[in-house]
């Protein structure tokens, strides 16, 4: 586990540097890089499902999800934390629900919708967005 998350947040932390090189070498101006720099990261934070269930954005935006390396970084490191992970409900939750609500990891993982694309999809879309973002502040320098 303690690899897997390593990798991962590694992985987030460069994306976000490729992207801050990439708007920086795209816009001159410190101010306007500044801005776009913070409404994109506002964008892909919400999109990334930890402030927002990815189930419940709008159609029109959910597809931003898909662009978020924050999404993607957020769930692979949910996947390495939660899967195989047991839940005990203390006697209150089992009268209220009948059972325990969330009883193991996978439970948890699906009622965030962050179990759909595996470790492995993870690291592919981080690194193609990675790969992108560096080429394209490497071919505007």
């Known amino acids: 586990k303690f690899l897997g998350n390593c990798l991962y947040t590694y992985l ?31 964008v892909f934070l919400l999109s990334s499902g930890f402030i927002i269930n990815l189930e419940s954005l709008w159609l029109g935006v959910r597809w931003l999800k898909w662009t978020s390396y924050l999404k993607w970084s957020f769930q692979a490191l949910n996947q390495i934390e939660f899967t195989g992970l ?52 490497a071919m505007s320098s």
């Open 12 to 42: 987030a932390v460069y994306s976000s540097r490729c992207m801050a090189l990439c708007i920086s070498s795209a816009v001159t101006n410190f101010q306007v890089a500044a801005f776009i720099a913070n409404l994109l990261f506002t």
């Open 86 to 137: 047991t839940f005990t409900c203390n006697d209150t939750m089992v009268k209220m629900y009948g059972e325990c609500p969330i009883s193991n990891g996978s439970v948890a993982l699906k009622s965030y919708d962050l179990e759909r694309e595996s470790l492995e999809e993870c690291f592919s879309a981080l690194a193609g967005i990675i790969s992108s973002l560096f080429s394209y502040s």
